[in-house]
């Protein structure tokens, strides 16, 4: 059998390589451009269609790989929010103590599994503050035997706010499967809540998007983000090209470098 390290992907192999969330339609562009091509049709399919007829020399197939590589190490973060019907009962009791995650995950053809059994936790003593760490191994069939499994990791935390009406769940995801557990895990938990009568059954819930900020409240967030940092997720070493871009009323806040 050939060693999958010296063979460039092609056909399905190739197609799927290319349909990775990590590879956008300007890393397939570039390269195209590179060559001299030019696609009419600027949609992803097109770059993706024109690249599997022509297939990929050994180190475009590299920057593909380096790219998706980057883009899955550096942690991304959701916000989300539900009112919370429990009055004082806090969150460590609320949530599973013996919990099996794979049991969420489990669908045919999965090429990914939840390391370990992991549990939640309080964070610093915090009982109405509870998290949930794991890892995910992914296999990979477009590479070598030895490094065809790589590991992600993901975490979910639910806080309860000071006047017990509302829950912040906090998802932290490193690649699409980890993105995907995190929010099978806050949808089953908040499950849970609904079924022992902890979260109305009517509620459902809420990402906190841009939209949902006045001018005002963004401001205020700059402010806080760059003046108040107590949280060691938002602690950072130094701070690259912060631009205040007053455009329609926008503000662009670009390239933290967080420790």
């Given at each position: 059998m050939k060693d999958k390290k010296f063979v460039l992907p092609y056909g399905d192999a190739l197609r799927d390589l290319l349909n990775d969330q990590g590879v956008t339609k300007s890393d397939l562009?570039?390269?195209?451009?590179?060559?001299?091509?030019?696609?009419?049709?600027?949609?992803?399919?097109?770059?993706?269609?024109?690249?599997?007829?022509?297939?990929?020399?050994?180190?475009?197939?590299?920057?593909?790989?380096?790219?998706?590589?980057?883009?899955?190490?550096?942690?991304?973060?959701?916000?989300?929010?539900?009112?919370?019907?429990g009055g004082d009962k806090n969150l460590l009791q609320s949530v599973p103590k013996a919990y099996d995650i794979n049991k969420l995950i489990s669908k045919p053809f999965s090429n990914y599994k939840v390391l370990g059994a992991p549990s939640f936790k309080a964070v610093d003593g915090d009982k109405d503050h509870v998290e949930l760490s794991f890892n995910v191994e992914r296999y990979d069939y477009t590479k070598s035997w030895d490094k065809n499994r790589t590991q992600f990791s993901g975490k979910v935390r639910f806080k309860k706010g000071v006047?017990?009406?509302?829950?912040?769940?906090?998802?932290?995801?490193?690649?699409?499967q980890t993105k995907d557990v995190a929010n099978l895990i806050a949808k089953d938990i908040v499950n849970t809540f609904k079924s022992n009568g902890l979260v109305d059954n009517k509620e459902s819930i809420k990402k906190i998007r841009f939209n949902?900020?006045?001018?005002?409240?963004?401001?205020?967030?700059?402010?806080?983000?760059?003046?108040?940092?107590?949280?060691?997720?938002?602690?950072?070493?130094?701070?690259?090209?912060?631009?205040?871009?007053?455009?329609?009323?926008?503000?662009?806040?670009?390239?933290?470098?967080?420790s």
């Open positions: 562009k570039l390269i195209l451009r590179r060559r001299g091509v030019f696609v009419g049709n600027d949609e992803k399919s097109s770059y993706i269609t024109m690249l599997s007829r022509t297939g990929l020399m050994p180190s475009e197939l590299i920057e593909i790989q380096e790219n998706i590589r980057v883009k899955e190490e550096n942690p991304k973060f959701q916000t989300q929010t539900i009112k919370w019907s006047d017990n009406i509302d829950i912040c769940i906090n998802l932290s995801h490193t690649s699409p949902d900020f006045t001018n005002d409240s963004r401001i205020q967030f700059l402010k806080d983000l760059s003046q108040k940092q107590f949280e060691n997720e938002l602690l950072f070493k130094d701070t690259k090209d912060i631009g205040l871009l007053w455009l329609n009323e926008l503000v662009h806040l670009n390239r933290i470098k967080y």
